[in-house]
Nanobody
Framework: QVQLVESGGGLVQAGDSLRLSCAAS????????MGWFRQAPGKEREFVAA????????YYPDSVKGRFTISRDNAKNTLYLQMNSLDPEDTAVYYC????????????????????WGQGTQVTVSS
């Protein structure tokens, strides 16, 4: 059974940093493009970051570009999201997701393209 488990969320102040982790089990992530999404109360799910299977191609929306960094450690079967300069607007439940693919250099930006999701971890940024 394929599972993704996020961790690392919490309550921080504006300007602080957090690193989220997404531990995978049941299948190696080396065959998957990976992504992070978030959803704030009353808002639609929002794309946050994506990384290709190869790990050398990443993509971020303008809202987090320059502040967030997605990375992966296939040996540990884990995905990461380093979040710096956090803002109250970043408050949301953060989800990791995976898309099994034969393509090593493709990343995916849309939630419907992902096959498996974690349960989410809450990030709250106070002003």
């Amino acid at each position: 059974q394929v599972q993704l488990v996020e961790s690392g969320g919490g309550l921080v102040q504006a300007g602080d940093s957090l690193r989220l982790s997404c531990a995978a089990s049941g299948r190696t992530i080396s065959r998957s493009a990976m992504g992070w999404f978030r959803q704030a109360p009353g808002k639609e799910r929002e794309f946050v970051a994506a990384i290709s299977r190869s790990g050398d191609r990443t993509y971020y929306p303008d809202s987090v570009k320059g502040r967030f960094t997605i990375s992966r450690d296939n040996a540990k079967n884990t995905l990461y999201l380093q979040m710096n300069s956090l803002d109250p607007e970043d408050t949301a439940v953060y989800y990791c997701a995976r898309h099994d693919t034969i393509y090593r250099t493709i990343y995916y930006l849309n939630g419907y393209e992902y096959d498996y999701w974690g349960q989410g971890t809450q990030v709250t940024v106070s002003s």
